[in-house]
């Protein structure tokens, strides 16, 4: 609204309402020597409503003082000051109001000027208000005051000079030119000759506009009562003119090539009335129904406001200062997060509903997997079918709740011995049952604003419990389960791959096998057809019945797609996002981004010759001698292509072996120099079995024997070939002294050497794999309703049965694969990343892509700047140092 013209600048004693001179009813508050004072071109802004005032102050502590502060922190640092003047108060009270106020302003500015840069905005702002006061510690000087003040003089007139000159110049040109734009200053009308005019002094090149003329006031009417109503002055009029002719003018004119855009500079200071024009060509684009067309950019939100129009920045979409944001964000966000237990941070409901319904009513409730068989929440039928499926890996991938091992879910419920109270543990008690990457998004956002505690599971497999934690929020994404050949894949460096696939992130890898059978394809994965095909077992680096033949599961990854930790949908490949493709690629689940799917190799499915064995060797002594001879054996059957696992408890040995491609002669040639000395064991007969297919093989051999619903531990080591090949005596040795008793076994994978030894991808796999030929594990297992003590105990036994095996592993700087391995393993970050140089730049690009640490887990990168239950940030040495200073800085102020 325009407001009314005073001549000066006054202050009403009475009302204390200040009333500032300005030139004009509609041009904003402007006064040239609060400008100049300012050092500043923007107008002096009224603080009208609360809303204006706290815009205000977020103005001039976000943007105009580009402070490396927060908002929020300058608040803080501000009640300091506060504080320590009411202190002085108590002992002071000499002061008058006068004082006190100014003294309260000066201790507040440099409580948070002194934990941070001033800017010369700031700085003159500051000496604005109060020349000449340097009494209460302000660094003012007078003399620079005054040789600013006639410097901005200067300025000003400098700024008028330009304008005067910049019209003059083009309305010359204007008039010189072929065609001209009088504009007269009558201020009513306006008469163009000619057909084309440039239209800015600054183009040389002639752009066409359409001629405004008493004809364009016929067909544009309304032009002359926009300008009318927003009592436009002549240069505005003149700018309005210009741009809404060329506007016209490309709607109704132009038909051939020119280049028809309009760059036009239109300067001046602050209260000249570019805001006004600019409202006024909004209201031109408005009546003619090209609203559509405007954007309006401004570079702060205060001037974006003015205009109503949108910052620079966030119609870019992009922070406005990426360092500062990441600065203040970082302090923000490494907060302790919150957990479902604390209702004071904790989404309320009709939040969680807002969320559910954007997220097309996928958000569920999980529950302990033997909850439904205790008590407090008992559903006989569900009972029933829980403890059929117990130990049915694909029932427990299922169920939202349950772990494979079902000790990571730390309930009280059990299935064996159910309890009247069972507890949720570390269930969380919200879910995301995803199945688009649109759920995905707005997940990480749900967990991002509310500082949430974030984990992902995709069938629960994990051995360090990573996809789990109390009080967090799930991301589930069993059900997101496509599966797509691809049969001529292009990627990035434009290599041809033949039958790439992409798996999503729910697809486990017996699915793989049998949809790749119809194919004749098979592909990298695991032993385990319920392990997932792309979440954590890829991640971490993936072993399998194959990897000897072809590779580690994470060498066949061609792409991934993913949600980042800023909720934006990515490709990660060789070309886009490669540092983020490198630690996908053996940096560890749960770690880096979601994995919304991953593009793998296949390879046409081998046929798969393979040896099964379960002996059971009564004599102990016969025992261990035959352990030898095995273990003698393996470097043979290494040289041979054969892979497999064994797994030794007691006096038995089961053997599972395969060969690919295999020639069934040679095969039995080779297994005869183990068997020729072993004629007394009772060998399965017919020794060497046939499949037509890896499927087949899976299905037949591997696919019975994946075993979970137990509590289970693990600790693990790569043992390097070299050691497999040189010292096989020590080798037997130590397996036989560690070797399982009741509830526990040691297992033996010979799925290294070959390809893994080969393949010299530029992946972050735990190098100790390109080394290795055997990867031990050895597992103990408890039942439900074991004591804490008691599970302690066998936790500290793992650890020291894992110090054995490291004795025959290389030492100290030996490597352990981090998705079987023990939770309890002191420095796990060289043990399952290799050196402590590939951690450290696994740790950079952690810090880069999830600054913030939403991705948090047990023993992974970056897990260790985080307490033991990984809810609370650490305190980092560096932010120790400057908490100290800042402490030391507000003791000096308080004194
Ligand atoms: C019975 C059994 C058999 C196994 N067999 C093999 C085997 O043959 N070969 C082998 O190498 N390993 C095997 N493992 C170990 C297996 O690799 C790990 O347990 C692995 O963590 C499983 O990954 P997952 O995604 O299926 O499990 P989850 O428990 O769902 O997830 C494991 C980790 O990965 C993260 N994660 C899961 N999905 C994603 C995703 N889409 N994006 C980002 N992060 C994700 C989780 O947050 C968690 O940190 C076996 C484990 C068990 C229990």
Redesign the pocket.
Same mark, same amino acid.
């Given at each position: 609204m325009p407001r009314a013209l005073v001549k000066v600048s006054n202050i009403d004693p009475t009302t204390r309402q200040i009333t500032m001179r300005r030139s004009h009813p509609w041009i904003n508050n402007f006064n040239e020597w609060l400008l100049t004072a300012c050092r500043s071109n923007m107008g002096i802004k009224f603080i009208w409503s609360g809303n204006d005032a706290k815009a205000l102050v977020y103005y001039m502590t976000d943007y105009v003082t580009k402070s490396t502060l927060a908002f929020y922190d300058m608040f803080a640092l501000a009640q300091q000051g506060i504080k320590s003047i009411e202190h002085e108060r108590i002992s002071n009270s000499t002061d008058n109001i006068v004082d006190k106020s100014r003294k309260l302003v000066l201790r507040c500015f440099n409580m948070i000027a002194s934990q941070q840069e001033v800017s010369g905005v700031q700085f003159d702002f500051d000496r604005t208000r109060c020349p000449g006061e340097n009494n209460y510690g302000i660094i003012h000087d007078v003399h620079i005051f005054d040789v600013a003040r006639e410097h901005h003089t200067t300025t000003i007139k400098e700024w008028k000079r330009d304008i005067e000159a910049r019209r003059d110049e083009t309305r010359n040109y204007l008039i010189s030119g072929e065609d001209t734009l009088e504009v007269r200053d009558d201020e009513t009308q306006i008469e163009v000759v000619g057909a084309e005019i440039p239209t800015s002094p600054i183009k040389t090149k002639a752009t066409r506009v359409l001629l405004v003329t008493a004809t364009n006031l016929v067909l544009f009417p309304t032009k002359q009562n926009i300008v009318k109503q927003f009592t436009l002055n002549t240069q505005q009029k003149y700018a309005f003119m210009i741009i809404t002719s060329h506007l016209d003018g490309e709607n109704h004119a132009y038909t051939d090539t020119i280049d028809n855009q309009l760059l036009m500079c239109i300067p001046g200071c602050g209260g000249t009335g570019k805001s006004q024009l600019i409202r006024a060509i909004t209201k031109y684009f408005q009546v003619t129904k090209r609203d559509k067309m405007l954007r309006k950019l401004a570079p702060t939100s205060i001037a974006a406001a003015e205009i109503d129009g949108l910052t620079i920045h966030s119609f870019l979409g992009e922070s406005r200062k990426n360092s500062k944001k990441k600065q203040t964000r970082h302090l923000k966000e490494r907060r302790c997060r919150c957990l479902s237990n604390d209702l004071t941070c904790w989404p309320n409901a009709s939040s969680w509903q807002r969320f559910n319904e954007s997220i097309d009513g996928r958000l569920v409730s999980p529950k302990p997997s033997a909850a439904v068989c205790n008590y407090n929440l008992l559903n006989t039928d569900a009972c029933v079918i829980a403890t059929a499926q117990w130990t049915n890996?694909s029932w427990r991938s299922d169920q939202v709740g349950a772990?494979?091992?079902h000790n990571w879910e730390k309930s009280s419920c059990s299935i064996s011995s159910p309890n009247i109270s069972c507890s949720q543990g570390s269930v969380p008690v919200l879910a995301v049952n995803a199945t688009l990457s649109e759920h995905v998004q707005a997940t990480v956002r749900m967990a991002t604003v509310n500082n949430l505690r974030l984990?992902?599971?995709?069938?629960?497999?994990?051995?360090?419990g990573?996809?789990t934690a109390a009080g967090s929020l799930l991301l589930w994404?069993h059900f997101m389960t496509n599966m797509t050949l691809i049969p001529d894949f292009s990627s990035c460096t434009g290599e041809n791959v033949l039958n790439a696939i992409r798996l999503d992130?729910g697809v486990?890898w017996g699915q793989v096998y049998t949809w790749l059978a119809q194919y004749n394809l098979t592909a990298i994965?695991?032993?385990?057809g319920?392990?997932?095909a792309?979440?954590?077992?890829l991640? &971490? *680096? $993936?072993?399998?019945p194959l990897t000897r033949w072809k590779g580690l599961?994470v060498d066949q990854v061609l792409e991934f797609d993913?949600v980042t930790a800023d909720g934006r949908r990515q490709t990660v490949n060789t070309c886009q996002n490669s540092n983020l493709f490198w630690t996908l690629r053996g940096g &560890? *689940? $749960?770690?880096?981004?979601?994995?919304?799917s991953a593009v793998l190799r296949t390879f046409p499915s081998p046929s798969v010759l393979s040896s099964f064995n379960i002996l059971t060797i009564a004599n102990e002594t016969r025992y261990n001698s035959f352990v030898h001879n095995f273990i003698h054996f393996l470097p043979t059957l290494a040289d041979n292509g054969w892979a497999g696992s064994f797994y030794m408890a007691d006096t038995s040995l089961v053997i599972i072996f395969l060969l690919p491609n295999g020639d069934l002669n040679v095969a039995n040639a080779t297994w005869n120099q183990l068997m020729k000395n072993n004629t007394d064991l009772n060998f399965m007969q017919p020794f060497i079995l046939t499949f037509s297919s890896f499927n087949d093989f899976f299905l037949n051999v591997l696919a019975p024997f994946?075993?979970?619903g137990d509590n289970?531990l693990l600790g693990s080591r790569l043992i390097p070939e070299t050691i497999v090949r040189n010292q096989p005596e020590q080798l037997a040795e130590t397996f036989l002294r560690i070797k399982g008793k009741a509830g526990t076994s040691l297992i033996g994978h010979l799925?290294a050497g070959g390809q893994v030894s080969n393949m010299s991808n530029n992946n972050s796999v735990n190098s100790a794999w390109r080394t290795a030929l055997l990867h031990m594990i050895y597992s103990q297992s408890w039942p439900d309703g074991t004591s804490d003590e008691e599970q302690q105990k066998l936790a500290a036994h793992v650890t020291s049965q894992v110090d054995i095996l490291q004795t025959v592993s290389g030492g100290s700087q030996s490597g352990a694969?981090m998705?079987?391995a023990n939770p309890n393993e002191l420095n796990w970050q060289q043990k399952f990343f290799g050196t402590q140089q590939i951690y450290d730049r696994l740790k950079s690009i952690k810090q880069a892509v999830d600054p913030h640490g939403l991705?948090v887990?047990k023993n992974?990168v970056g897990s260790e700047d985080w307490s033991l239950d990984l809810n609370c940030p650490k305190m980092s040495s560096a932010n120790k140092v400057s908490t100290t200073i800042l402490l030391f800085v507000i003791m000096q102020f308080l004194c």
């Open positions: 890996a772990m494979q091992n984990v992902i599971k995709t069938t629960g497999h994990d051995y360090l990573r996809s994404l992130a486990q994965g695991g032993a385990s319920t392990v997932s792309t979440g954590g077992f991640q &971490g *680096g $993936g072993h399998g599961a993913v &560890g *689940g $749960g770690t880096f981004a979601i994995v919304l994946n075993p979970t289970v799925v694969y998705n079987e991705f887990c992974c």
